[in-house]
Antibody, heavy 118, light 110 residues
Framework: EVQLVESGGGLVKPGGSLRLSCAAS????????INWVRQAPGKGLQWVSS????????YYTDSVKGRFTISRDNAENSLYLQMNSLRVEDTAVYYC???????????WGQGILVTVSS | QTVVTQEASFSVSPGGTVTLTCGLT?????????PSWYQQAPGQAPRTLIY???TRSSGIPDRFSGSIVGDKAALTIAGAQADDESDYYC??????????FGGGTKLTVL
């Protein structure tokens, strides 16, 4: 069974940093692109970042470029999101989601809440 | 900046049929954007319904179908049930690793 489990969320002050993790199991992690998708309270879903299977290709939505860094450790079946210079508007539930071809998000984690507040 | 548009809300009677749409502020939704649809019940993670315009994800009943209607992608739900009451999101793959989500449609079954 495919499982994606996020961790590392919590409350952080504006300008602070946080590192999210996503532990994967039930599939060959190193052969899939993995993504972060977020959802602000009461709002819609927003794609944040993607990393290809080997980590060679990395993409970000404009609002997080230069502040967030996605990475992965295929030996540990884990995905990470280092979030720096956090803003109030980064407050959201962050989902780890696997994507596959043809392009789609086929499996989602349960999400982890990040709250940026003073 | 291109935005994916969806109806903010929609209502359907139990047993009825509803079609939700997904458009672009500039241009048409093409199959080459690989439109996909996701259902999100309150407090839950999204669930994949449809991908590649009209392919149902594993375990999704054939009451759910996808298509292109005119210049938009469409999700049709036939025989609506109470537990279809959810938010529905359209997603387009724009290429080069970039994904665009629609704002979502809140579907009420009453």
């Amino acid at each position: 069974e495919v499982q994606l489990v996020e961790s590392g969320g919590g409350l952080v002050k504006p300008g602070g940093s946080l590192r999210l993790s996503c532990a994967a199991s039930g599939f060959t992690f190193g052969t899939y692109t993995i993504n972060w998708v977020r959802q602000a309270p009461g709002k819609g879903l927003q794609w944040v970042s993607s990393i290809s299977s080997t980590g060679s290709y990395i993409y970000y939505t404009d609002s997080v470029k230069g502040r967030f860094t996605i990475s992965r450790d295929n030996a540990e079946n884990s995905l990470y999101l280092q979030m720096n210079s956090l803003r109030v508007e980064d407050t959201a539930v962050y989902y780890c989601a696997r994507s596959s071809s043809p392009p789609k998000f086929d499996y989602w984690g349960q999400g982890i809440l990040v709250t940026v507040s003073s | 900046q291109t935005v994916v548009t969806q109806e903010a809300s929609f209502s359907v009677s139990p047993g009825g049929t509803v079609t939700l749409t997904c458009g672009l502020t500039s241009g048409s939704v093409l199959t080459t954007y690989y439109p996909s649809w996701y259902q999100q019940a309150p407090g839950q993670a999204p669930r994949t319904l449809i991908y590649n315009t009209n392919t149902r994800s594993s375990g999704i009943p054939d009451r759910f179908s996808g298509s292109i209607v005119g210049d938009k992608a469409a999700l049709t739900i036939a025989g609506a049930q109470a537990d279809d009451e959810s938010d529905y999101y359209c997603v387009l793959y724009m290429g080069s690793g970039v994904w665009l989500f629609g704002g979502g449609t809140k579907l009420t079954v009453l």
